[in-house]
T-cell receptor, first 111, second 112 residues
């Protein structure tokens, strides 16, 4: 059974640009959550999608947005990038109520 | 506001020793407490979890101890091995939410 796949693995962007990250969940999983991981703040919840609808949202500015497609794949978008957005972005998928399985993450560096 | 406080931030243990990581929570609605293990370049993976109706859960060398009245729980790694070197996160989740709240992580190094 294939795990959660995140692409790309690494990204370097310039301040002010926007970026889109992709997540393909485990087959059959309908819930996709996104987290930002930084050394100082640990794992911070961004948002969760279930069957194409945002079900939960964390405390991040509106520059962070996401969506989920009918095949459960999800994308996360960050607009007007800031230096502080440099982080590892993790995607996790689950059946909806059970345990979440994480991908390897996308390492975003903003310069 | 940090709902799950984890300590220590880093831990160095000799091979064969016991590693202990502690977490404390505020929200009494939390009813599921997982621990995750993360190796460099990988995402976190569920290691072991406990519900508050038991005070201890053991899986191999890994044990969770849970103190409901103190709102604290801890991970004990017995006979620590160099392969256990990783970052460990505690988390807590309530029944009404499927989204866990994570501690800030503990970087464990086990020296051979």
């Amino acid at each position: 059974k294939a795990g959660v796949t995140q692409t790309p693995r690494y990204l370097i962007k310039t301040r002010g640009q926007q970026v889109t990250l992709s997540c393909s969940p485990i087959s059959g999983h309908r819930s996709v959550s996104w987290y930002q991981q930084t050394p100082g703040q640990g794992l911070q919840f961004l948002f969760e999608y279930f069957s194409e609808t945002q079900r939960n949202k964390g405390n991040f500015p509106g520059r962070f947005s996401g969506r989920q497609f009918s095949n459960s794949r999800s994308e996360m978008n960050v607009s007007t990038l800031e230096l502080g957005d440099s982080a590892l972005y993790l995607c996790a998928s689950s059946l909806g109520q059970g345990e979440a399985f994480f991908g390897q993450g996308t390492r975003l560096t903003v310069v | 506001q940090q709902q799950v406080k984890q300590s220590p931030q880093s831990l160095i243990v000799q091979k064969g020793g016991i590693s202990i990581i502690n977490c404390a929570y505020e929200n009494t609605a939390f009813d599921y407490f997982p621990w995750y293990q993360q190796f460099p370049g990988k995402g976190p993976a569920l290691l072991i979890a406990i519900r508050p109706d038991v005070s201890e859960k053991k899986e191999g060398r890994f044990t969770i101890s849970f103190n409901k009245s103190a709102k604290q729980f801890s991970l004990h790694i017995m006979d620590s091995q160099p392969g256990d070197s990783a970052t460990y996160f505690c988390a807590a989740r309530s029944g009404g939410s499927y989204i866990p709240t994570f501690g800030r992580g503990t970087s464990l190094i086990v020296h051979p």
